[in-house]
């Protein structure tokens, strides 16, 4: 009598990515592994390259820093390109960001989430990055408010009560409509004012 013998075939587990934590991005740099040149943000354990930005996209994020600077004075920080801490492993620089007033500006230590109270994206080239991958990071971390400027449509996307990976609440204000933050509703800012008119491109 002949036995036939079934032999299952070996199956491999997933290939598993390995996260970067905040900690070691932090040494990586601290170590000479990355250089200062390399513009690079840390999203979900992941190293992403930033796109080097034109003109139009530096120029309107120098006009919303100075606008939030002017206005808030004392009341707040407003940080440009800078890191803010979101769990172990991910360590964004938005665009501009306006976090809870330290007298130190943060010397002593990156903001986290519970430091930020609001956090702007300037959305050309990058619109669906911000939208997709930024945007539910963001509130997954309890973000309060994000705003995007949208260079393409002239309009400022606002998004406010994250639940989730999502934002319960959105908005679209356009340069005949003036904007607040939550955390200073006091403050109106027109938003035709956030945007670079084309004579001043001169």
Not at 49 to 66: C, E, I, K, N, S
Not at 98 to 108: A, F, G, Q, T
Request: proline share 7%.
């Amino acid at each position: 009598m002949t036995i036939l013998m079934t032999i299952a075939p070996t199956i491999k587990p997933p290939a598993e990515r390995r996260k970067i934590t905040v900690a070691e991005f932090a040494a990586m740099y601290q170590a000479g592994i990355l250089s200062e040149d390399e513009h690079l943000e840390l999203i979900n354990g992941e190293l992403i390259t930033m796109a080097a930005m034109d003109a139009p996209h530096l120029a309107h994020v120098m006009r919303l820093a100075r606008l939030l600077i002017v206005a808030l004075r004392h009341r707040a920080n407003v940080s440009v390109q800078s890191p803010i801490v979101l769990g172990e492993y991910s360590e964004p620089e938005p665009d501009v960001a306006v976090l809870r007033w330290r007298e130190d500006d943060y010397c002593s230590g990156k903001p986290t989430a519970k430091d930020v109270l609001l956090v702007v994206e300037v959305a050309d080239r990058s619109l669906l990055y911000d939208r997709e991958t930024k945007l539910p990071l963001y509130a997954q971390h309890g973000i309060t408010e994000v705003w995007i400027l949208n260079l393409q449509a002239k309009q400022v996307e606002v998004y406010r009560n994250p639940q989730g990976s999502a934002y319960q609440e959105k908005q679209i204000f356009k340069p005949s409509d003036d904007l607040a933050m939550q955390a200073f509703p006091d403050l109106q800012f027109p938003v035709s004012e956030m945007f670079i008119a084309p004579k001043e491109h001169k």
